[in-house]
């Protein structure tokens, strides 16, 4: 019984492998797209220990990660954790966007450490990410 399980793990392990392999390169291709196309940039403001930026950038990583997490249980290959991982990385931007245009001078606001500006885009970023996460695994 342990040698088929041992086995079966084995030969399981590639498949894993490039799976997880393939959803990690796409969160750190989409927080390094976030970070360079979003105005505001979180991490020089938390090397100056800015705790607005950390939770605005600390919300935006796990708004890409929760919905790679999702098609990581529901994908069939890693084009399709690759295309998710886009649409994660999108949706991510335009919720951005979205609370930038209703919460005037956000970037502003973050920049000078507002805790409450960065939660109302760090609420805004989860919500994205829950709702896609879902469609994902639906």
Partial sequence: MLETLIANAWNSLPVFLSHFGTALGMLVIGVMVY???TPVHETELIRQGNVAAAIAFGAAVLG???PLAFCLKASVNVLDIAVWGVVALVLQIGAYLVTAFVFRNLEDKIRSGDVAAAIALASTNLATAA???AAISG
């Fill in 131 to 133: 709702l896609n996460a």
């Fill in 64 to 66: 890409l990660a929760i």
């Fill in 35 to 37: 970070i360079r196309v």
